[in-house]
T-cell receptor, first 108, second 118 residues
């Protein structure tokens, strides 16, 4: 079955520290992976997608098909990065599956 | 954790007919629910915010007369696509925020509904 797993429900780091939010997926087809972010009391926003290979707000994510992972990384976390982060999988038929989300807290 | 269900998971309809999609919070109450649409190979687009006891708030460019939203109870929101056309074919997904004071910033996503209009 198609599945997206974010193993950490909560993640807390200090400002300036590196951060990695884990995402693993299970899908036999050609996956397209996304990271969405939701800041407090704001709407869900697209952070990045693997096919664009962009770096947004200092975040990057590389699709590792061997490990079926799409971990989100940032070398130096900022307080404003505190938010809920959702990993999402888009399948060949364009249906989507979301992970349960990780709440990132960046402490001063 | 909290569970959000959607029904049906997929539906095929003829052009010109109306289709209703249900979004239910199974073990918690949701005064607000969000409806999204995903176009092929694109990111989710927020269509509207469904509010229990009041009118839905639609995003710019979304036709409120075409996409009728009714938040009938604290556990149910429905999206009705009226006079559906092939261009309405898409993947519709709903979400509900967590409990206020407990996890208000956490979103629980439904499994989505695939609509195909012939």
């Amino acid at each position: 079955a198609q599945r997206v797993t974010q193993p950490e429900k909560l993640l807390s780091v200090f400002k300036g520290a590196p951060v990695e939010l884990k995402c693993n997926y299970s899908y036999s087809g050609s996956p397209e992976l996304f990271w969405y972010v939701q800041y407090s009391r704001q709407r869900l926003q697209l952070l990045l997608r693997h096919i664009s290979r962009e770096s947004i707000k200092g975040f990057t994510a590389d699709l590792n098909k061997g490990e079926t992972s799409f971990h989100l990384k940032k070398p130096f976390a900022q307080e404003e990065d505190s938010a809920m982060y959702y990993c999402a999988l888009s399948m060949d038929n364009n249906d989507m599956r979301f992970g349960a989300g990780t709440r990132l807290t960046v402490k001063p | 954790g909290a569970v959000v269900s959607q029904h049906p998971s997929w539906v095929i309809c003829k052009s010109g007919t109306s289709v209703k999609i249900e979004c239910r919070s199974l073990d918690f109450q949701a005064t607000t629910m969000f409806w999204y649409r995903q176009f092929p190979k694109q990111s989710l687009m927020l269509m509207a915010t469904s509010n229990e006891g009041s009118k839905a708030t639609y995003e710019q460019g979304v036709e409120k007369d075409k996409f009728l939203i009714n938040h009938a109870s604290l556990t149910l929101s429905t999206l009705t696509v009226t006079s559906a056309h092939p261009e309405d074919s898409s993947f519709y997904i709903c979400s509900a925020p967590g409990l206020a004071g407990v996890s208000p910033d956490e979103q629980f996503f439904g499994p989505g509904t695939r609509l195909t209009v012939l």
